[in-house]
């Protein structure tokens, strides 16, 4: 079985710049998230979908940062404009849907976001 | 808020060596607790879980007990082993049966043969 894939694996930016992240989650798997890890500390939620509608993004910047699953599929994060602080792993994780609260989530391995 | 605070790394241990690698939680009611390990160059993945109180969670030789009185989840294993080396992240989840968890920062593990 596949695991949950992201890409890029690294990302090199200027502040102000622009940078988008992509995630394919466990096929089937109907809730994704997306968390950011800042070195030293442990990773954070900043958004939960469940299918294509978000369950929570109440730690979203939203000011900069987006995110969609438009099929409730696939999912995309985007950050614009970056400041420093945004450097981090930028970790996408899944789990199965209602039912299966069973707090087992599928962490891909991250995108590891510079901003210069 | 809730909140999981785990001990500062890294912990270098020899082969075979004991582990104990501590966890204590802030919560409302009466969370579950996870924890989570991540090998070099691999994603997060769940080591074991409790989910109430006097529950012992236990995997690959790890255990960890829950402990409602002194708010505890730590991690122990007898005899550590090279491969074991990662850093391990103590979880809990809040907000009801959702699968929202709050991580510690991790604790690098380091084992020396």
């Known amino acids: 079985e596949a695991g949950v894939a992201q890409s890029p694996r690294y990302k090199i930016i200027e502040k102000r710049q622009s940078v988008a992240f992509w995630c394919n989650p466990i096929?089937?798997?109907?809730?994704l998230y997306w968390y950011q890890q800042i070195l030293g500390q442990g990773p954070k939620l900043l958004i939960q979908f469940q299918n294509n509608g978000v369950v929570d993004d109440s730690q979203l910047p939203k000011d900069r940062f987006s995110a969609e699953r438009l099929k409730g599929v696939d999912s995309t994060l985007k950050i614009q404009p970056a400041k420093l602080e945004d450097s981090a792993v930028y970790l996408c994780?899944?789990?199965?849907?209602?039912?299966?609260?069973?707090?087992?989530?599928?962490f891909g391995e991250g995108s590891r976001l510079t901003v210069l | 808020g809730d909140s999981v605070t785990q001990m500062e790394g890294p912990v270098t241990l020899s082969e075979e060596a004991f582990l104990t690698i501590n966890c204590t939680y802030t919560?409302?009611?009466?969370?579950?607790l996870f924890w989570y390990v991540q090998y070099p160059g691999e994603g997060l993945q769940l080591l074991l879980k409790a989910t109430k109180a006097d529950d012992k969670g236990s995997n690959k030789g790890f255990e960890a007990t829950y402990r409602k009185e002194t708010t505890s989840f730590h991690l122990e294993k007898g005899s550590v082993q090279v491969s074991d080396s990662a850093v391990y992240f103590c979880?809990?989840?809040?907000?009801?049966?959702?699968?929202?968890?709050?991580f510690g920062t991790g604790t690098l593990l380091a084992v020396q043969p």
């Open positions: 994780a899944s789990s199965a849907g209602t039912g299966a609260n069973t707090g087992e989530l599928f």
């Open positions: 919560a409302t009611g009466y969370p579950s």
């Open positions: 096929s089937g798997h109907a809730t």
């Open positions: 979880a809990l989840r809040y907000g009801g049966a959702t699968n929202k968890l709050i």
